[in-house]
């Protein structure tokens, strides 16, 4: 594994254009030779650990090579764009090893290009539409061509008179036409569901049940996506039931809301908001030293750092964000009034009570720090462990009474029912059952968003670069935790410290794999999810 990772490097780093036949090809070769290497291995001989790394490590290869397959398939729909693909690649390929260039030939060539390519933008024009995947696979080998020119202009420029006298005006020109044909490409993009604004500005790309499905066989959750929106509703009702407790105790009766609003309007002053998180923090870290739930490294508790987030970040992530750095979000001078109001509500102490120690200690700033340290050569990251181990730890600290007030107790039920939305409307949203508004409307109605934050939420679920699972990750992750929870530390196996260094030393991998390591249960060679964590 740690040489897989070297050699992926290595040719990551050598073959650095993207979406090229020649790159995507060496990448199936190298995934096919680590598959040879792994099927030499005597299995049955493996202790349980290097069984779960197995196991695992294949699944990766596997992944990958569907990936491949994937872009070569779209790839092969696309070409028909470009035709002169092969003529820049080769430009690209003799300068990887310093050969002079022809400086007048390839003025030529790249003049030559640039007329084919204008006649192509015109055919592209009068085209109604590409599916999604399409659009943006042609764009992606638009960059990559126009990144195969600049690498060999870059190269060859200031040290050859005659590419300096030929070159750049050929080169300019069909640098620019290059952006342009990708942006249009961009703009010709049709998702799978049939999807126009719907006046929230957001069009993502909803990739329907099936492949929900095929994406969570992979995570390791043996669910469906109807199931899953089911555990949602289950937990959403004891968090309805636990709300009404604590508006009654606020004098609120039954209207949560209400009470809630009261809740928001307990923001900080400008400028006050590090010090309120650091409070914040204090009491959190304190509280798990109290328990003694974990082990928590001085140098960890000494090295995490603070920033303040940009407003236009803010856009997609309305809340605090955390690792080793702990980005808050909070108003600044640029921000139109409103903007201001509903980002200082939706930060307010109480609401962050519950996410203090889901960014920073033992959250994921522990995870990243441990992850540095043990077993790093497991490269199986997945949001099920990285933010289902945060997400458990607002739940543990719930169970353990950490939240001292109904106040308290409102701003952990937030993010609760935040967790519990987020499965429902983003798996609704992949099934074409609704639209980036009804997401926004059910954010706001349901869980009593602002509306801003609402929006943002929504933007950075579709259209900031997160995976279709990853909002269901949070609550699903957390659960499975729980549930192993239960088998070692309920049972009396293990102390709550044991456990969770336990889980850290194993590093980032599915949950269901944590559990086999944890109870000493080997996973079949051609191993297969059925862990049923949650009962329905």
Request: net charge positive; charged share 25%; glycine share 6%.
């Amino acid at each position: 594994m740690v040489h897989y990772s070297a050699d992926l490097g290595t040719l990551s780093r050598f073959y650095a254009i993207r979406n090229t036949p020649e790159r995507r090809e060496r990448m199936e070769r190298l995934q096919q030779a680590y598959l040879q290497k792994l099927a030499a291995l005597d299995f049955g001989k493996l202790p349980v650990g290097a069984k779960v790394d197995y196991v695992l490590f294949k699944r990766n290869l596997d992944a990958e090579l569907y990936r491949l397959r994937e872009e070569k398939d779209e790839y092969a729909q696309v070409e028909k764009w470009f035709p002169f693909a092969a003529k820049i690649y080769d430009i690209e390929r003799l300068r990887r090893r310093g050969t002079a260039p022809d400086a007048e030939k390839t003025a030529a060539t790249l003049n030559s290009i640039a007329k084919e390519l204008q006649q192509q933008k015109a055919n592209l024009q009068k085209e109604n539409g590409l599916p999604l995947p399409l659009s943006r696979r042609a764009a992606g080998v638009a960059k990559g061509l126009q990144a195969s020119l600049k690498s060999a202009f870059d190269f060859y420029t200031g040290y050859d008179p005659l590419f300096n006298w030929w070159v750049p005006a050929p080169y300019k020109q069909l640098d620019s036409l290059l952006n342009d044909y990708a942006a249009q490409f961009t703009g010709k993009g049709k998702s799978a569901v049939s999807q126009q604004d719907d006046g929230s500005g957001i069009i993502g790309n909803p990739i329907g049940r099936e492949e929900i499905i095929r994406q969570l066989q992979q995570e390791m959750i043996p669910y469906t996506p109807e199931e899953l929106i089911d555990i949602a509703n289950r937990e959403f009702a004891w968090c309805d039931a636990e709300m009404l407790k604590a508006s009654r105790e606020m004098g609120f009766g039954d209207n949560w809301k209400a009470a809630q609003e009261k809740v928001k309007n307990t923001y900080v002053p400008p400028a006050r908001q590090p010090q309120a998180m650091m409070k914040l923090y204090n009491e959190s870290v304190a509280f798990l030293k109290q328990h003694n739930l974990i082990t928590l490294p001085e140098l960890a508790e000494e090295t995490w750092r603070m920033s303040m987030m940009s407003p236009e970040r803010q856009r997609v992530a309305p809340f605090f964000l955390g690792g080793e750095e702990f980005i808050i979000a909070y108003p600044t001078n640029t921000m139109s009034h409103d903007d201001k109001m509903m980002s200082m509500r939706g930060n307010n102490p109480h609401f962050s009570r519950a996410t203090v120690h889901h960014e920073l200690l033992a959250g994921h700033a522990l995870q990243q720090f441990m992850n540095d340290r043990y077993r790093a050569y497991r490269n199986f990251g997945t949001p099920f462990w990285t933010e289902g181990w945060a997400l458990y730890w607002e739940r543990l600290l719930w169970d353990l009474k950490f939240p001292n007030s109904p106040e308290d107790r409102i701003g952990m039920l937030f993010w609760r029912m935040h967790r519990c939305a987020r499965i429902i409307f983003s798996l609704s949203y992949h099934t074409g059952k609704w639209t980036p508004q009804q997401c926004i409307d059910f954010l706001v109605d349901r869980v009593n968003h602002e509306r801003a934050n609402a929006e943002g939420e929504v933007r950075r679920s579709f259209t900031g670069g997160y995976g279709p699972l990853y909002q269901v990750a949070y609550m699903i992750g957390g659960l499975q935790f729980e549930a192993l929870k239960k088998e070692l530390v309920d049972s009396g196996k293990m102390s709550y410290r044991q456990f969770h260094d336990a889980i850290l030393h194993e590093n980032a991998m599915p949950v269901e794999m944590v559990r086999a390591i944890l109870l000493n249960q080997p996973p079949g060679k051609d191993f297969t999810s059925k862990w049923r964590f949650y009962k329905l």
